[in-house]
């Protein structure tokens, strides 16, 4: 790595002591030692492992649960339920007032997703809780599924999640977040070149080496102790208390120490339930993910589909841009209206454009639940936009680089959402890549700065 | 058969934080009484480095060496409340509230040694080394070490402080979007350099050159770790990654690590990284939050880079073997 | 539940325990002994954290049964430091930053140390060979790749 | 109930206690035990034997016999079976070769089992304590017999006579997208006398592809003379689709590695 300190150097101070410096990570040495402890590390004598029985199918109503069996299997000390469940039905951003609750702890009545949470079993051994869980008997009555964002939407889609009554998230702006600015469609009239292309992602899996999980321990007092990976302590602890309805002075997490995370452990999901388990049995419990559910149950990268339609003139500049991006949530929420809207704000890219129309839409499938993950709301909008350039420069003619110099934002530029830009840096990039790549690009591209174009 | 090479660009720009804010961190600084300081977060490292950077930001507002501070995360009955660790915020959002933390803590040792050195707490200053001086008499001075001990022992003063950072948050004007995302972003361009096989499909990444403007590198090595694994994971996302390969058919997924592709040792790209810093107005010492952008350039300059090579566009990720080979068949029936 | 015991060298300390049949080593060394320096990333065999060497040789503890180690001499990295001393290869991983969240360097480490004792002076496509089973999301490999060369030009310098 | 491993001296008496039901063999572990450990609840019972020549390598007149306790590691630094050992270096990284047998490669599903299809080329036999078959037939019956496999015998290839080629998308240690085992008897100017192509992830399991064996008969290693025999490669397969590669995609690359592997 090479650090260029020619650039900014006027507006930086360099010379700080500990800052700018390589120190050493006080924590390689516990990694290096095999001492560094991950929540899995602690055990606990007597403690029961708890197995999950999972929907075999995309959208089913349940019409009945035999536990009967399982809870006679030997070493099974508890059948958990959603009547177990004090308060089932939540959304985890229900903290930051985005709701509305539409997701069950364990299902009641009806699955809306393969591999959604059913019956909670609680063993003695991991084998055990393994062997009752195959012995859990649930009716299925199949129900018609969509996969398809396009489809979902659709009047007469099954409906997915009848929290939402409808297949897409309703913001306060209505069916999608909106951007507009300027007038998108002056701006196509007036292009020399429209282009309207479609790009799509496919789920992605975090994949961090450690699955997520939480062992929970009774202090004895009434309160439990949540060994957890989560990425966020008290918004895991403070959704727990929603659903356990318990106190939040009655859990004390203790994590901070995760062995990958990339977004995927931002979701609650293993710890509300766990912890139900060790007050129930008054033993302590572990809930870990198994590989599989790691990369099968686990919230992924949200599928993405993203529409853009651009303007642009001869000489390189883009004059309107149309953006329809669509957010596979899956059958759950979690934290997909978030996503789509941070989708909206990115849009149109670090462009200065001055017709811009943006709808984001969060829509509800029967896909697995996707969630937060590494570049959030952004990733795959960018592969998008930056595919688009590719392909908007070679139908003008001109050289990918250079076209994106006479579009690039600087200072003091207003962006589609009203926000001027400030702290600009992307023509810097572009210079020091055409260096570094040997791409050359035209004199003049060389010499503008991102510090506006007064300058 | 055919290896026909070919590059790509991409640029990118990536928000630092929580998408319209509203997401507080907190965090305390105390001293022990020999002068070593603890920092308590409840703030997640999730292999990152949060806790070093923490250190190393208390360290540097403090004015002592970074082995003097000790890191406390994440316990809920002793940590102050973070919104937790994503939306590349960590770094932004605990690293101010512990400049904040440090310098109400920096304060009162400061106030300490005055009252020890007869002199006003605004005419001293920090080595960096552990000592307090006398601004313009650097031979007056008294280390950290029996400043704690007098603050504890003689004083009857905590040197300790309180630190939240909180960015007001944003709602989303209704027709027009108008709202405030974020309030310093970070930047990157990537050329990729690829290989494609045309006639199995199969993209070999050659090189990747990331330029990265983060704010502020500040630990340069923990940046490079964490720029080089994100290169890798854009590259893994642009070619690789996938839990439904067949979608619509929602079968075979990977259930593990054989059968979950990712590049492994032998699939590494040259991987040149740079790095530009543009102090954001707002971040710890300028920082801004590189953990997540870094992974997303090189997604498009590759998929830019095999239309360059064979001249067919894959407009849906991942950019499989078997995608590539469907479109050059299309291409060559015409 | 049958118990069936097991009795081994770990680090170069005799352990002997009673464990179900069926028990695998991993969950033997973590929950009954107390190392817990392998970890279960997988319990398939496709992730290489729960790496240990047996008798000399690299395994996957996740998949070995702890009855079918009798007798055998057990490493792990939480043994690989001595007196205080951190083995060349921690050093390495130190000073090259090699390691992120931690996950997989106790197993990353067993797979470069048998490629070390066996092959002083590996090349770059020795060390991927060496380390291919272990997986790592959060480096790239490449700074892992560094830090086990890095340690075998210092062991030949000592050795020297 | 637990899992619980049974260990016997003899392969006799643990073909009978594998009669009993939930039973199943126990070789390196990567199979069976990853199953059990993935909440696989019909295996309840574990068998193993520690009977010496089932680790034991064997080469004498020619011939080369390895028990089927043979790990992949053992046959890869084995000197006098180099020219088989780029198919056993092919299964799983360093750890699962210390631990995966050529037993249990007999018995991976597709895409695994990279070994067996070198074996298929070779026209090994496979020996149980019934007796020994052809390991084509043993491959179509694999999933109803229950006897321990003892060990594996072939004819040693001469050099340049045999080749190898697994195709990943992860490398070094990657799952088959394909792999290719191919024994070929030529003629001093070059021309093809024999000729036996065994295929992995064509079909659930090794198979071969007689349908370019055949056509290869007489030809030279040349572009032109080999046309023919990728032209016909695909017959009779059936590819598995999993998360590496679609059968669509296995089917279409199979001609042109198979070309590869020819001409190279």
Redesign the interface.
């Known amino acids: 790595m090479e650090l260029r300190k020619s650039y900014f150097a006027d507006v930086r101070k360099d010379g700080l002591n500990e800052i700018g410096q390589p120190r050493p990570r006080l924590d390689s040495p516990g990694h290096v030692t095999g001492k560094t402890a991950y929540f899995a590390d602690r055990n606990f004598p007597g403690m029961l492992h708890l197995k999950m029985v999972r929907s075999p199918h995309h959208h089913a109503r349940i019409r009945s649960i035999d536990t009967s069996e399982a809870e006679k299997h030997p070493g099974v000390v508890r059948v958990l339920t959603a009547k177990d469940v004090p308060h089932n039905v939540y959304t985890i951003l229900i903290l930051i007032q985005i709701g509305p609750e539409d997701e069950t702890v364990l299902a009641d009545g009806k699955v809306r997703w393969k591999g959604e949470a059913v019956v909670a079993v609680l063993a003695e051994t991991e084998r055990a809780a393994q062997e009752a869980a195959a012995k859990v008997k649930v009716d299925y009555e199949v129900l018609p599924a969509v996969f398809d964002m396009e489809e979902a939407l659709k009047p007469g889609a099954p409906i997915v999640n009848e929290y939402h009554g409808q297949n897409y998230y309703l913001y306060d702006s209505g069916e999608c977040r909106k951007v507009r600015f300027g007038d998108v469609e002056a701006g196509f009239a007036q292009a020399d070149h429209i282009l309207e292309q479609s790009y799509q992602s496919s789920p992605i899996e975090h994949a961090p080496t450690e699955t997520t999980g939480c062992v929970v321990a009774p202090e004895g007092n009434d309160r439990f102790t949540c060994y957890t990976n989560t990425q966020a302590m008290f918004f895991t602890l403070d959704n727990a208390s929603i659903i356990l309805q318990m106190p939040g002075s009655k859990l004390h997490f203790v994590g901070g120490t995760v062995g990958g995370g990339f977004g995927g452990k931002v979701d609650v999901i293993v710890e509300p339930i766990a912890i139900l388990a060790a007050k129930l049995t008054g033993r302590p419990v572990c809930f870990i993910y198994s590989r599989e559910e790691e990369m099968q149950v686990s919230s992924p990268r949200a599928a993405e589909k993203v529409v853009i339609k651009d303007g642009v003139m001869k000489d390189g500049r883009i004059v309107a841009r149309k953006v329809t991006g669509y957010t596979d949530a899956g059958a759950y929420s979690r934290h997909s209206p978030y996503g789509a809207q941070k989708g909206a704000a990115h849009y149109p890219g670090p462009y200065t454009i001055p017709n811009v129309w943006i709808d984001t839409y969060c829509v509800y499938t029967n896909r697995t639940p996707s969630s937060a993950m590494r570049g959030f709301g952004v990733t795959i909008g960018d592969f998008a936009l930056e595919v688009q350039m590719d392909k908007l420069a070679r139908l003008i003619g001109m050289d990918p680089l250079e076209f994106h110099f006479i579009n690039a934002y600087r200072d003091g530029d207003m962006k589609a959402h009203r926000q001027p830009t400030e702290g600009a840096a992307l023509i810097e990039c572009m210079q020091e890549a055409s260096r570094a790549a040997n791409w050359p690009v035209a004199e003049k591209y060389m010499a503008i700065s991102s510090y506006g174009k007064g300058e | ?1 055919a290896i026909r090479r070919g ?9 630092t934080g929580m ?2 804010g ?1 997401d507080p961190t907190q965090a305390l600084v105390h001293s022990t009484p020999t002068g070593n300081f603890m920092v308590t ?9 949060m ?2 950077i923490m ?3 208390c ?2 507002t403090i ?1 002592v ?3 003097r501070v000790v ?1 406390d ?5 002793t ?1 102050p ?7 590349s915020r960590g770094t932004h959002r605990a690293g101010n509230a512990v400049i904040q933390a440090a310098r109400e803590a920096r304060q009162v040792m400061l106030e300490v040694a005055a009252e020890e050195l007869e002199v006003n707490a605004s005419d001293l200053e920090t080595d ?2 552990g000592n307090i001086l006398v601004k313009g008499a650097p031979q007056k001075s008294m280390s950290i070490f029996d400043v704690a001990l007098s603050a504890h022992f003689k004083r009857g003063r905590s040197i300790s402080g309180r630190g939240m950072f909180l960015i007001p ?1 944003s709602y ?1 004007e ?9 309030t ?2 970070a ?5 990729a ?1 690829v290989e494609v096989d045309d ?3 199969e993209v070999t990444v050659l090189t990747v ?1 990331n ?3 983060i ?19 854009g590259i893994s ?1 642009a070619l ?9 058919n ?1 079968d ?17 790209a040259e ?11 707002d971040g710890p ?2 920082a801004k939050g590189p ?3 870094c ?3 090189q ?3 590759i ?2 880079a095999v ?1 360059d090579a064979v001249g067919v ?1 894959i ?4 950019i499989t ?2 995608r590539i ?1 469907r479109a050059l068949k299309a291409q060559a029936a015409g | 539940m049958a118990k069936v015991p097991v009795q081994f060298t770990l680090n170069g300390s005799e352990k002997a325990e009673f464990v179900e049949s069926g028990t695998t080593l991993l969950h033997a060394l973590r929950d009954k002994i107390g190392d817990t320096s392998p970890k279960g990333g997988c319990h398939q065999g496709t992730c290489g954290a729960c790496s240990v060497i047996i008798d000399g040789e690299l395994r996957l503890s996740c998949l070995t049964l702890a009855e079918t180690c009798n007798g055998a001499d057990i490493k792990t990295t939480a043994g690989l430091a001595e007196g205080g001393m951190l083995h060349p290869l921690q050093r390495a991983f130190l000073d090259a930053f090699a390691t992120q969240c931690g996950f997989c360097t106790p197993g990353m480490i067993m797979a470069a140390k048998v490629l070390l004792d066996r092959m002083p002076n590996p090349s770059r496509e020795d060390v991927v060979e060496a380390l291919s089973g272990n997986v790592c999301r959060c480096t790239g490999y490449e700074p892992i790749i560094q830090a086990v060369l890095t340690a075998a030009r210092a062991n030949s310098q000592n050795a020297a | 109930m637990s899992l619980a491993l049974q260990t016997f001296s003899t392969v006799k008496d643990a073909n009978s206690a594998l009669q009993a039901s939930g039973t199943r063999y126990l070789g390196g572990g990567t199979l069976v035990v990853r199953a059990a450990n993935e909440g696989d609840v019909s295996v309840s019972s574990l068998v193993r034997v520690t009977e010496p020549s089932l680790s034991q390598i064997t080469i004498s007149g020619g011939k080369a016999r390895i028990g089927a306790s043979v790990t992949m590691a053992a046959i890869a630094r084995h000197p006098e079976l180099g020219m088989i050992a780029p198919a056993a270096r092919a299964v799983g990284g360093p750890a699962i070769r210390n631990m995966a047998t050529v037993g249990g490669n007999l018995f991976a599903p597709a895409p695994y089992g990279d070994f067996a299809v070198a074996l298929l080329a070779l026209d090994a036999s496979v020996a149980t304590e019934d007796g020994e078959m052809p390991i084509e037939t043993f491959l179509a019956g694999r999933d109803t017999g229950r006897a321990v496999v003892t060990a594996v015998g072939f004819s040693l290839p001469k050099a340049e006579t045999f080749r190898f080629l697994k195709v990943s998308r992860v490398k070094p240690k990657g799952v088959s997208v394909l792999s290719i085992a191919a024994l070929l008897q030529r003629t001093a100017d070059g021309a093809v006398t024999a000729a036996r192509i065994a295929l992995g992830c064509m079909a659930d399991r090794p198979i071969r592809a007689k349908a370019a064996e055949k056509a290869l008969l007489g030809c030279k290693l040349t572009p032109e003379e080999i046309a023919p025999a990728l032209a016909v490669a695909g017959e009779g397969i059936t590819p598995v689709t999993d998360p590496i590669a679609s059968a669509w995609y296995r089917a279409e690359v199979l001609p042109v590695h198979l070309g590869r592997l020819l001409l190279g």
Not at chain 2, 7 to 15: E, L, T
Not at chain 2, 42 to 49: A, F, H
Not at chain 2, 73 to 77: E, L
Not at chain 2, 252 to 268: K, V
């Open positions: 058969m590059r790509g660009v991409a640029a990118i720009n990536y928000p998408n319209l509203g977060l409840s703030s997640v490292d999730l292999g990152q480095g806790k070093q250190a190393q930001i360290a540097e004015g060496p970074t082995d890191v995360t994440a316990d809920t009955d940590g409340h973070c919104m937790g660790t994503f939306a960096g080394q948050r989303p209704k027709e027009t979007g108008a709202m405030k995302p974020s310093c972003y930047h990157a361009c990537t050329v350099e006639e199995t499909g050159k330029v990265f403007e704010g502020r590198a500040l630990n340069p090595k923990m940046v490079e770790q964490q720029l080089v694994g994100g290169s890798w994971m996302h690789y990654e996938t839990t439904e390969p067949y979608y619509p929602r075979h997924g990977g259930t593990d690590f054989n059968q979950y592709l990712m590049p492994g040792l032998g699939d590494l991987t040149e990284i740079i790095v530009l810093e543009r102090p954001s107005a010492f300028g953990g997540e952008m992974a997303n350039p997604i498009p300059a998929a830019n239309f566009r407009d849906a990720l991942p073997p078997e080979l």
